[in-house]
């Protein structure tokens, strides 16, 4: 398994990028698009007429077929968008980080292309309102093809020593919620920045998403449900894999190991032995994967301003 990287861009793949406006209008709003396209055969000409007409500052929209030869007419039709078609294999969130140091706005709305985006999902004056209290991600409401709700809004929580999620149907204006399904939100850019991002060793997406979010609770920042945004699938959404795989022993390592000790994170030695009775790899596998953690925790232990058990204590109060 790769060394945990220390900054959102650390890893980078080989890639063509194609269109993408270089200019800023002045009434432009102060959100992005990032786009993530499922498969090449959902491109519709009207998703990004209505992406356009809502005057984003950029829309980025990421591919994952470098043979989708429908891209190249599309770029044409529509040049402000930019397309990001990745040459190697990767996960959607290092290519989320890839497309976040491609646009220069304050704010970035994550969305796939099987949600239903009407025309003018997102006027200047609701925008203003979703991004004035500056958190870090803002999550909207969710609904499948047959528009009953999807629950996403979920807490932390302890069954004896282990942690779960509790998920809840109760949803209102901002409401706390441990991280977005699906990627989905209003992310703030220079928070995502400062929180090194999704981790790219980390492929299955659940744990991928759930590192990042339960890493920005321990340092500090917040995630909470809109009511004032909604979405609709229009084909069956997807499920969360929540299989337990060398991605959980990462997620576990950096988000459920460490400490907070005084002023800051620490993992201390004696957690390796948790670590290891959790573990299926061997020893020396379970050692060099517990120093590299430890060895991360250590360069970031600053940020800390809590621990996981505290963060759970402490839910109804952060």
């Not at 339960?214 to 499920?239: A, C, M, N, Q």
């Amino acid at each position: 398994m790769n060394t945990i990287p220390l900054t959102f861009d650390e890893h980078q793949i080989n890639r063509t990028i194609i269109g993408g406006q270089t200019e800023i209008k002045k009434d432009s709003l102060n959100i992005s698009v990032i786009l993530l396209n499922s498969s090449s055969s959902n491109f519709r000409l009207n998703l990004f007429e209505n992406l356009m007409s809502c005057n984003f500052q950029s829309i980025v929209s990421i591919e994952n077929n470098a043979e989708n030869y429908s891209i190249d007419d599309i770029s044409k039709a529509f040049p402000a968008v930019k397309f990001i078609i990745p040459l190697e294999n990767s996960t959607l969130g290092e290519l989320i980080n890839i497309a976040m140091s491609e646009v220069q706005s304050d704010f970035v709305l994550v969305l796939s292309d099987n949600l239903y985006i009407p025309s003018g999902v997102i006027l200047p004056h609701l925008a203003e309102r979703l991004v004035k209290d500056d958190i870090f991600c803002l999550v909207p409401r969710l609904l499948d093809k047959n528009q009953n709700t999807i629950t996403n809004q979920y807490s932390p929580n302890a069954e004896k020593t282990h942690f779960e999620i509790d998920t809840s149907s109760v949803t209102s204006d901002g409401i706390k919620t441990l991280y977005p399904y699906d990627y989905i939100g209003i992310y703030n850019r220079k928070k995502f920045i400062q929180l090194g991002g999704f981790d790219y060793s980390i492929r299955t997406p659940f744990w991928q998403i759930l590192d990042l979010f339960v890493r920005s609770w321990l340092w500090g920042e917040e995630t909470h449900i809109t009511t004032l945004l909604k979405f609709s699938y229009f084909e069956d959404y997807p499920l969360e894999d929540r299989t337990i795989t060398y991605d959980y022993l990462r997620y576990y390592l950096k988000n459920e190991l460490p400490k907070y000790k005084n002023d800051h994170g620490v993992i201390p030695n004696s957690a390796f032995y948790k670590f290891i009775r959790n573990s299926s790899c061997g020893y020396l596998e379970a050692r060099r994967q517990f120093k590299d953690a430890q060895n991360w925790v250590d360069k970031n232990k600053y940020k800390y301003k809590m621990d996981l058990k505290m963060l759970i204590e402490n839910w109804s109060n952060v």
